[in-house]
């Protein structure tokens, strides 16, 4: 009975999946390869034909959205406990802009992390987290802000995962402070704030891992962040060689906003982290944006100055 259920359904997410192909396809041939550039600027001034095209395009996007209704929570392998680490944010050309620490405290299986950064131009990065670890990880609390020159805008957003309440709080270019709050439906696998932390614990024999992030662009929207494993490489600390395992996290926004943006070449740039695996793993390095749009930068672990 269930493989036939199962079956079935497949037959018909089958049939769903050619019947909006097909009007693609359709759409496609009448609006781009039978009218030149011109007429196709006249076909969308006739009534309805803008409200044709959208209907088309989120039929079109429907197909591409990340899954919702499967979330990978990440099982605890190595319980987090007491850390005091010290780290450095760099530019790609090595030029250093920013000094950093995080600290862990763990009670019971509840587990707060604190990391900031300050950069040289006087702009801060601060986020708290909060998450438990009964079994898998789970985020019960994140708050995050950014301020100053380095950043597009200054933002202030709280995220209480259990409740599903996420405010956001940014300052226009004009100066004039604005609030969003809203409730979201979070699913169990939201991970703001908590990356570094899952990468430790992520298998690097599962070719995909995926999780959920919530994004402020300044408004919130829900995304999915897809973890793959690229192999090992090399890395030495003074005269001790290791090897991590490098990661690429990509961005994936579903429904309209995240097919236009494929469309026209605005995905969000890939993060890469480097772990040493083991008993005892630990974070090394990454490459990515700190923000939305933001350049890529480079954090790594500091060294102690001279005494």
Request: include cysteine; charge should be positive; charged fraction near 20%.
């Amino acid at each position: 009975m269930y493989c036939k259920f199962v079956d079935q359904f497949v037959e018909a997410i089958d049939a769903w999946t050619q019947a909006v192909g097909q009007a693609c396809r359709a759409a496609l041939m009448d609006y781009g390869t039978d009218y030149p550039h011109h007429g196709f600027r006249i076909e969308l001034q006739r009534p309805g034909a803008r409200s044709r095209l959208i209907a088309i395009l989120l039929a079109c996007s429907a197909m591409l959205q990340p899954n919702a209704l499967f979330a990978d929570m990440i099982p605890v392998c190595h319980t987090e406990g007491l850390i005091h680490g010290f780290l450095v944010v760099r530019t790609l050309e090595g030029k250093a802009i920013a000094d950093g620490q995080m600290t862990q405290d763990a009670r019971g299986d509840r587990v707060t992390t604190h990391l900031i950064f300050r950069f040289k131009d006087g702009s801060v990065y601060e986020d708290t987290t909060i998450f438990s670890q009964r079994g898998t990880f789970r985020l019960l609390s994140d708050h995050l802000i950014v301020r100053g020159p380095s950043f597009k805008q200054p933002v202030d957003t709280s995220i209480n995962a259990s409740t599903g309440q996420v405010e956001v709080r940014y300052t226009e270019a004009k100066g004039k402070e604005k609030v969003i709050a809203q409730r979201m439906e979070l699913p169990p696998d939201v991970a703001n704030g908590l990356l570094l932390t899952l990468m430790k614990d992520i298998k690097p024999s599962v070719p995909r891992t995926t999780v959920s992030m919530v994004a402020t662009t300044p408004k919130p929207r829900l995304v999915k962040l897809a973890i793959l494993p690229q192999g090992e490489e090399p890395f030495t600390i003074g005269r001790f060689h290791h090897k991590a395992m490098h990661y690429v996290v990509k961005v994936e926004v579903g429904g309209l906003t995240g097919f236009l943006a494929r469309l026209m070449g605005k995905q969000p740039a890939d993060t890469h982290v480097w772990v040493l695996g083991g008993e005892a793993p630990a974070f090394v390095k990454a490459e990515g944006p700190l923000y939305v749009g933001g350049p890529i930068w480079r954090i790594q672990l500091a060294s102690a100055g001279i005494f």
